[in-house]
């Protein structure tokens, strides 16, 4: 069975500060995708990126990084320097040939609240 | 281009009304999914298809029925309208049989029963 696992129900932070999102997951298949999504307060679904379990190099895409790996089984996500505008729900979501139709199965989401 | 198309944005249905949920992609995409959002609770998969003619039950599929007539349209219907179904939904849709598809959603359905 899939899992994935975001502890973290919310979380505020001031302006500039840095931040981490963390995710756990569960799978029994060799070959799975990981994903982040961004939900703004207007309601869409932004990609922000996906990982193959075959690749643990870490990522860094301006403010955003993140960690992979996969004898902890966790893709965790760090907003360095964050501002108000990454204000959103963050869900962490995972891939694989036993999901149905490789359809995603997304943690509950962090809600990351950023003040000036 | 459109993308995954949604329509309608906010419906209010009494209980026990039938509505159905319009999703169209202009990518001809093979795969299709129909979500459902509740606060704090993540995206549940309802449906989905992976082609014009094939659907399948994904984690939470009662109250619910789609069809796939064609590979741009993934309609999802609400027989009896119930107050759990009360969410958000979210039509996706993905071009490959792989799970390195970057699934595009569209821009969801808030759906009220009363």
């Known amino acids: 069975a899939q899992k994935v696992t975001q502890a973290q129900t919310e979380i505020s932070v001031v302006e500039k500060e840095d931040v981490t999102l963390d995710c756990v997951y569960e799978?029994?298949?060799?070959?799975?995708?990981l994903f982040w999504y961004k939900q703004p307060p207007s309601g869409e679904l932004v990609f922000l990126i996906r990982r193959n379990s075959f690749d643990e190099q870490n990522e860094i895409s301006g403010r955003y990084s993140w960690n992979f790996q996969k004898s902890t089984s966790s893709f965790n996500f760090t907003i360095t320097a964050s501002q108000v505008v990454d204000s959103a729900v963050y869900f962490c979501a995972l891939s694989a040939f036993s999901n149905s139709g490789y359809a995603l199965n997304f943690g509950k989401g962090t809600s990351l609240l950023v003040t000036p | 281009n459109a993308g995954v198309t949604q329509t309608p944005k906010f419906r209010i249905l009494k209980i026990g009304q039938s509505m159905t949920l319009q999703c169209t992609q202009d990518m001809n995409h093979n795969y299709m999914y129909w979500y459902r959002q509740d606060p704090g609770m993540g995206l549940k998969l309802i449906y989905y298809?992976?082609?014009?003619?094939?659907?399948d039950k994904g984690e939470v599929p009662n109250g619910y029925n789609v069809s796939r007539s064609t590979t741009e349209d993934f309609p999802l219907r609400l027989e009896l309208a119930a107050p759990s179904q009360t969410s958000v939904y979210f039509c996706?849709?993905?071009?490959?049989?792989?799970?390195?598809?970057?699934?595009?959603f569209g821009a969801g359905s808030r759906l009220t029963v009363l």
């Open positions: 298809s992976v082609g014009a003619g094939i659907t």
């Open positions: 799978t029994r298949d060799t070959t799975y995708y």
């Open positions: 996706a849709s993905g071009p490959t049989v792989s799970g390195a598809n970057v699934l595009t």
